[in-house]
């Protein structure tokens, strides 16, 4: 096990994810839709060449629920890039990081699984954040805070259905559905919103899909070589290089009651995720 190894890839893919972010924020007089659609084309350059590559079948076992996962993750995404032109960045990120105890909430009432004591206690503290960061900054957009729980709700939602799909069906496969559906999604409703362009506009938007798939693959091999509870954590250091580019290259401000909600939801997830493995 060489946890050092796990945490240069944690890092990457926070750094890759942040990146990610931070474009998208760049790209904002887009169409939600049409970034939508180049985050997907990236994505699905890779997928479709792993599927190629190994003979796996493209199309999976269960197609109902492959779809149904690519819906409710367009449905997310399409909320969180939504959201990042009415939020400052690493808040958005932050936020987003609430799937989980939404998760946790559909599990109990779909999977019949058991949440403890203390996890109610974490689930608690987040939402305190939220509260925090709404109550006491006055700068924080509402529309903007409404989508991204939105985004994190459906996101939960996400979890849930990868539950049911289990092992049933190849990773790859599963990560190509969502892709083609953004594609398609994303490439239809683009045509009503469309804006051609110009210059580095777009490599930016084609770097929207390498720097998802490469967020992805560093932190899949991370907890392929390490436990969980080792490099889990570290996941959030997403929200840390989100908050420092939002800081640096959009001159954002965050207030003190804004990092003190985000470091209760953060915290309280980090605690959630130790609970969960034990």
């Known amino acids: 096990m060489d946890v050092k190894q796990a945490i240069k890839y944690m890092i990457i893919s926070a750094l890759a994810f942040a990146c990610m972010n931070g474009t998208v924020k760049y790209l904002s007089g ?3 839709f049409q970034i939508v659609f180049f985050r997907s ?8 060449g792993l599927l190629l590559k190994n003979n796996i079948p493209m ?6 629920i492959l779809i149904l996962r690519g819906l409710v993750g367009v449905t997310s995404m399409s909320l969180f890039f939504m959201s990042t032109k ?3 960045i690493g808040t958005a990120v932050s936020l987003r990081y609430l799937a989980p105890i939404f998760s946790g909430i559909f599990a109990v009432l779909f999977l019949k699984e058991y949440i403890k004591p203390v996890q109610w206690l974490y689930f608690f503290i987040a939402f305190l954040g939220v509260l925090v960061l709404k109550g006491f900054d006055t700068t924080l957009n509402t529309l903007g805070l409404i989508l991204i729980i939105i985004s994190a709700i459906f996101s939960g939602l996400v979890y849930v259905i990868l539950s049911k799909i289990g092992k049933t069906e190849h990773p790859v496969v599963v990560v190509h559905y969502f892709m083609m559906i953004s594609f398609l999604v994303g490439g239809v409703v683009s045509i009503f919103y469309w804006k051609t362009p110009l210059g580095i506009e777009w490599i930016l938007l084609l770097l929207l899909g390498v720097f998802g798939y490469f967020g992805q693959l560093y932190m899949t091999k ?9 490099v889990a954590p ?10 420092l580019l939002g800081i640096f290259i959009f ?3 965050y207030t003190l009651w804004s990092l003190l909600g985000i470091s209760m939801i953060i915290v309280a997830l980090i605690l959630n995720a130790f609970t969960k493995k034990k």
């Open 41 to 48: 084309i990236g994505s699905l350059c890779f997928t479709f």
């Open 30 to 32: 887009f169409n939600t």
């Open 86 to 88: 009415y939020l400052p």
């Open 251 to 253: 001159t954002e401000i």
């Open 234 to 243: 570290l996941k959030y250091l997403e929200v840390v290089f989100s908050v």
């Open 59 to 64: 199309f999976g076992n269960n197609k109902k």
């Open 222 to 230: 991370a907890f392929q070589i390490a436990s969980t509870n080792q």
